[in-house]
């Protein structure tokens, strides 16, 4: 047993450096342990909400000569309604097939985004289902299974009206017009450059 801690602040014994120098140690690695597991912890800092849609606006094709496919664009805000922290990553489900979520850098957007034929793409409403990661896990789990699970819960929902993509416009592809014109140019100069050299 070394001194106690009040005397070596006075005397400059070899024991009581070396009781000082092992204090130090101790304290920078116990605050190391503590920085590490707070870092570790930091993923886990959403855990505890529950997120909750706060604003949308949608973007559907409406004239097929526009594109060749009706795409669908979904931006949306959310929020924590139970719990702190920042919104975890989320999952959407559109019918049968799921489609990528992303957020913007400053994490106050979503943005869900999907393309399909024209011919699939009927008009009327589509609604988005959106998961947390784990009830994501969870439903994709039970898929594979061919089985349901009361936990994997849609977080929230939202409803997209797609009215529909319409053969309005011109009545002929852009890429067919714009094919005709440029043989009618080739053929012009074509006959052009014949009638100047005869």
Not at 41 to 58: A, D, E, N, V, W
Request: include cysteine; glycine fraction near 6%; charged fraction near 15%.
């Amino acid at each position: 047993k070394g001194p106690p801690i009040d005397l070596c602040r006075w005397t400059k014994t070899s024991s009581c450096l070396g009781l000082l120098s092992w204090n130090l140690e101790s304290r920078t690695k116990m605050m190391s342990y503590l920085f590490v597991a707070v870092l570790a912890l930091l993923p886990f800092s959403s855990l505890g909400c529950k997120p909750s849609l706060l604003t949308s606006t949608s973007y559907s094709t409406t004239e097929k000569i526009a594109s060749s496919k009706t795409v669908f664009v979904v931006d949306f805000k959310a929020t924590c309604v139970s719990g702190s922290g920042q919104v975890p990553s989320l999952f959407a489900s559109v019918g049968d097939k799921f489609v990528p979520v992303v957020r913007s850098l400053d994490d106050s957007i979503f943005q869900v985004s999907w393309a399909d034929e024209h011919k699939k793409a009927s008009s009327g409403t589509y609604v988005i289902n959106f998961y947390t990661e784990e009830a994501y896990a969870t439903l994709r789990r039970a898929q594979r299974q061919g089985t349901t699970d009361a936990n994997a819960k849609a977080a929230f929902s939202l409803s997209v009206q797609h009215p529909g993509a319409s053969q309005a416009g011109l009545w002929l592809q852009t890429e067919f017009i714009a094919l005709v014109s440029a043989l009618l140019i080739w053929w012009f100069a074509n006959n052009l450059k014949n009638k100047l050299s005869a």
